[in-house]
């Protein structure tokens, strides 16, 4: 970073660090003891199908950039997401950093061809660059749904050798910020570590002139921000905006609307040095689709519905939220009758009720709930515990009658206790 934004960064630190509580300065001690400031970046491969899967970093990198993520909520508070990168101490194995993540595999798996043809899949981990000797351990799931080390490897200061990537030159096409601000009023930029960095990626619109380029740019920060809860949050978010091929294409899996990028590897290329908590790829393109994976990236093209997909999208991208919606006719419709409680934390199969919204139902609530056909698409209804959810009709249920997880209502409280918990983790 130029060295004077480095010395309003140092200047802005110890007024911040004078101001805070004990516990937050311990915490913050605590990372400075742990982390340089800069960012790691493993990009890392999985390969295999529902048979099994192996998972190795093929590239170690110096983002050569400031952690955007918090430097106090270290630790993942939740217990979502099919995979977890856990950093420990290697001397005393302590915990240091760890963040849950989905990625693409678990849905190839369950495709057809997923269950016997092994495939290679690219997975990029950013995490705040240690200053000593650690341990980095890729989780996944066991049988039982623990989370248990698949590969643990080593990182050691100035031994490891760590690649750097040329931040102005993808493909040899510079990419630029679009500095909002100057026409938008949520524009309350603040240091990275400590807002909810959202990183729009554009495919598709280099050879858009500069105003409709705009024009669309603005049109995805209302939609960002048109629903509850982003909207009440609107000043806790950077937003970034990067032209570049993140590598999306449509009918991924064979679904002709689901429009995802294999290029992981692409995607974090063109990002950059951009801080991103979350990433949404835009596609310049009128067709309906897209698509999210949890604290992966999120999918939107510029169809009319774009602001109902976007916003149901970030439900699973940011919040990690199951789709609330029945559809007996996918391959995955049965993805949640199982005999161990889903980790989405809006749909339930009451295997553990105990640990979803039950203590948030009204007194005298039967679960499960009757359906109320009465209560209006614009409306979530009375919170309960109806069946049909998480694509089953049967042995799946989801709190509210309408949620935007489900058909695009407002979020249900249950849904938005939780994105406002996820914000909390990167603005805290
Ligand atoms: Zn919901």
Known sequence: MPLLKAMRHKIL????????????????????????????????????????????????????????????????????????????????????????????????????????????????????????????????RDQAMRLVDQTVVEYVPRQTRLETRSPRNIEGKEYEFLDHGKDVDFSLYGDSYNKFDMAFVMQGFDTMDDMAYKQVCNRMKQLLFDKEPFRSFKTDFNIYFVKGDAGVEYNAFGIDRYAMTFKVWQLHDVLGQVPCDHIIIVLNNKKYGGGAIYNFYSVSSLHSMAEMVLTHELGHGIGGLADEYVDEELSYADLHRTKYEPLEPNITNLVDFDSKWRRMLKKGTPVPTPENAKVPRTENGPLGVYEGAGYSSKGVYRPVMHCMMRDYAPFCPVCRERIEAVIGLYTE
């Open 13 to 140: 630190l110890l007024l911040t660090l004078l101001a805070m509580s004990p516990v937050l300065l311990a915490q913050t001690q605590d990372f400075d003891r742990w982390f340089t400031g800069g960012t790691l970046r493993l990009d890392c491969l999985r390969e295999g199908s529902a048979q099994g899967d192996t998972v190795w970093v093929e590239h170690w990198i110096d983002r050569q950039c400031d952690w955007h993520g918090s430097r106090t909520q270290l630790l993942d508070p939740f217990n979502n997401g099919d995979n977890r990168v856990v950093v420990r101490d290697a001397a005393t194995g302590r915990e240091l950093y760890s963040r849950g993540y989905s990625s693409l595999f678990r849905e190839y798996k369950d495709t057809p061809e997923g269950r016997t043809v092994t495939r290679r899949f690219e997975e990029t981990l950013l995490l705040p660059m240690p200053k000593g000797k650690v341990m980095i351990a890729l989780q996944r």
